[in-house]
C-alpha cells in the first residue's frame, strides 16, 4: 500500500540515519514531504535531496533551534503533520549507576527527554492551528522492562519519554492531535553496530533475550512509525507502541531443543 500519507509535511529528528533514515524514506514513499533535522551537515543535504526533501541542521539540545526547525518546516511546506521526534544517544559512559556520573546523566537526559520536550513544544502550536496532527516520540522496551545491560540514565530518559507522551496524549486528543511513544528492541543500526565492536559480551546478552532470535531492521522500525503517523491509526493515541520481536513478552527464551 502507498500514499497512506499523501499531502502530509513530516519533521524527523535524527533523520540521517539508523530508525530516522528508514522511516524518512518510508515516509516519502507514502507521498509525505519530508524535512530532516539532524547535526550532520556534511550528510544531511544529501539525504534530504535524494529524498526530495528539506534539510535542516538541528542541535535538539538548543531551543531555539528546534524552534527554528519546525518553523523551517512551516515556511517551506506550509503547514506541519507529522513530527517524529527520534534523535537519541547511549554513549558508554552510561552504564550502572555505580558507574556514571552526573554529566554522563545529564548529557543523556538532555538529549533523549528534554529534546523530546522541546520538539513537542515547538510543534504543537502548528498542529493546534491547523486542527490536527500526529506526533510519534522515540522511547524504548527498556522503559517498560529494566535493562538487562543498564544504561541507568537511557533508561531513565525513556520512561520520561512515555509519561510525557501519556500526558499530551490525553491533553490533545480533542484537539485532533495524537502522540504516541514509539518502543522499539534492539535494532540493527550504527549505535548498536558500534556497541557490538566495543563490547562483543555486552551487545550479546540483548540478543539473547528476543524470542525472534535477530535484532530488528530499521525498516521494520519505519513501517510502524508510518502506520502511527498515518490516519489509519486514527483511534490509537497515548500508547507505548512495542516493535521488539516478543522481547518484553518473554518470560525466558524458547531453545531449539525445544522445539524437538
Not at 104 to 109: E, G, M, N, S
Not at 188 to 208: G, I, S
Request: proline share 5%; hydrophobic share 45%; net charge negative.
Amino acid at each position: 500500500m502507498t500514499g497512506r500519507l499523501d499531502g502530509k509535511v513530516a519533521v524527523i529528528t535524527g533523520g540521517c540515519s539508523g530508525i530516522g533514515l528508514a522511516t524518512a524514506k518510508k515516509f516519502v514513499a507514502e507521498g509525505a514531504k519530508v524535512v530532516v533535522g539532524d547535526l550532520d551537515e556534511a550528510k544531511g543535504p544529501g539525504v534530504a535531496a535524494e529524498l526530495g526533501g528539506a534539510f535542516c541542521k538541528v542541535n535538539v539540545t538548543d531551543r531555539a533551534e528546534v524552534e527554528a526547525l519546525f518553523a523551517f518546516a512551516k515556511s517551506t511546506y506550509g503547514r506541519v503533520d507529522i513530527a517524529f521526534n527520534n534523535a537519541g544517544i547511549s554513549p558508554p559512559s552510561d552504564d550502572s549507576i555505580l558507574k556514571t556520573e552526573p554529566d554522563a546523566w545529564d548529557l543523556v537526559q538532555d538529549v533523549n527527554l528534554k529534546s523530546v520536550y522541546y520538539c513537542c513544544k515547538a510543534v504543537l502550536p502548528y498542529m493546534l492551528e491547523q486542527g490536527g496532527g500526529s506526533i510519534i516520540n522515540t522511547a524504548s522496551f527498556v522503559a517498560l522492562r529494566g535493562a538487562a545491560t543498564s544504561q541507568i540514565s537511557y533508561t531513565a530518559s525513556k520512561g520520561g519519554v512515555l509519561a510525557m507522551t501519556r500526558e499530551l496524549a490525553v491533553q490533545f486528543a480533542r484537539k485532533g492531535i495524537r502522540v504516541n511513544a514509539l518502543c522499539p528492541g534492539p535494532v540493527n543500526t550504527p549505535l548498536l553496530r558500534e556497541l557490538f565492536a566495543k563490547d562483543p559480551e555486552r551487545a550479546a546478552r540483548r540478543l539473547v533475550h528476543i524470542p525472534m532470535g535477530r535484532f530488528a531492521e530499521p525498516e521494520e522500525l519505519a513501517n510502524a512509525v508510518a502506520f502511527l503517523a498515518s490516519d489509519e491509526a486514527s483511534f490509537i493515541t497515548g500508547t507505548d507502541f512495542l516493535v521488539d520481536g516478543g522481547l518484553a513478552g518473554a518470560y525466558v527464551t524458547p531453545l531449539e531443543e525445544d522445539f524437538a
